[in-house]
């Protein structure tokens, strides 16, 4: 029997959501949390917890298309990692590309983590009330013990945020800190 480890979980922090030229750019706020994610990754790492980016991926005639516009269409450039988070990539990281809001909806997410023992997950990334919440929600209902950081999340405005994280603690059960 494995020790039960902690897994750090990365949602979205791809080029469409935080730069300028990206195709549904989360504004400058978007850019406070690289840093802090990039010092929650290196944190992680040295307490041996499990690193995994969860990456928007569309083919090019996805449906989501009709509410958000084309984005994060595979191979583009829009659905690489940041730089900044892309040079904070290691062996042994695992990226899980998905396809619907939630990183637990027909993807191999749950799996991956079961197979490393993970029984607590702490969650960041874009956009709180769409991306992180959905995958908050499955994995709370999948028996997960779930941290969103708070310094780690952004949304597309103040009063997105506040209410996803809001229901997020209040209604799902995650933690908030």
């Known amino acids: 029997m494995r020790k039960a480890r902690k897994a750090l979980l990365i949602a979205d922090l791809i080029n469409d959501f935080f730069d300028k030229n990206g195709a549904l750019y989360c504004g400058d706020e978007s850019r406070k949390i690289v840093g802090p994610i990039v010092k929650e990754i290196r944190r992680a790492r040295r307490s041996g917890a499990l690193i995994v980016f969860l990456n928007d991926t569309h083919l090019p005639d996805d449906r989501e298309f009709r509410l958000w516009g084309p984005h994060a269409i595979e191979g583009s450039w829009g659905a690489e990692l940041i730089p900044e988070i892309k040079a904070e990539m290691r062996r042994g990281d695992i990226v899980i590309h998905k396809f619907r809001y939630s990183a637990v909806f ?13 029984r607590a997950v702490e969650l960041v990334g874009a956009c709180a009330s769409i991306c992180v919440m959905e995958t908050a929600r499955d994995l709370l209902d999948l028996g997960y013990e779930v941290t969103v950081l708070r310094k780690g999340v952004i949304d597309f405005d103040a009063e997105s945020l506040d209410t996803a994280l809001r229901r997020m603690e209040r209604v799902l059960g995650a933690k908030v800190k």
């Open 106 to 118: 027909g993807t191999r997410l749950d799996a991956v983590l079961r197979h490393h023992g993970v």
